[in-house]
């Protein structure tokens, strides 16, 4: 499996951005896909996920109600989309696949694959 994260930039803070994720490869139904971002200094951390067969989202709490990941199968993507972003979200962010994903899949190590990142920089 193989993925890459793409869309991100630089943005005002308030502004949106929507970032995507191509899977390619044979992803299983029981699989999802997480958001993680590291900004510098810090740990990378969970944002989101969805299942890649349910229509099951989880979020962080810091981005419940701003952010919405979303899957289309038909073109293999996951999409982040970023609403009312703050400088906080400024980060890497990278998509994982994880081969025996549920609700609990929160930590990087429980993701099988990952993308290469790509920069969110809101500027306040």
């Known amino acids: 499996v193989q993925l890459q994260a793409s869309g991100g930039g630089l943005v005002q803070a308030g502004g949106s951005l929507r970032l995507s994720c191509a899977v390619s490869?044979?992803?299983?139904?029981?699989?999802?896909i997480g958001w993680f971002r590291q900004a510098p200094g810090l740990a990378r951390e969970f944002v989101a996920s969805?299942?890649?067969?349910?229509?099951?989202?989880y979020y962080s709490d810091s981005v419940n109600g701003r952010f919405t990941v979303s899957r289309d199968k038909a073109k293999a993507t996951v999409y982040l989309q970023m609403n009312s972003l703050k400088s906080e979200d400024t980060a890497v962010y990278y998509c994982?696949?994880?081969?025996?994903?549920?609700?609990?899949?929160?930590?990087?190590?429980?993701?099988?694959?990952w993308g290469q990142g790509t920069l969110v920089t809101v500027s306040s």
């Open positions: 994982a696949a994880d081969r025996t994903w549920t609700w609990l899949s929160r930590r990087p190590g429980q993701y099988d694959y």
């Open positions: 490869g044979q992803i299983l139904n029981y699989s999802g």
């Open positions: 969805i299942g890649w067969s349910g229509d099951s989202t």
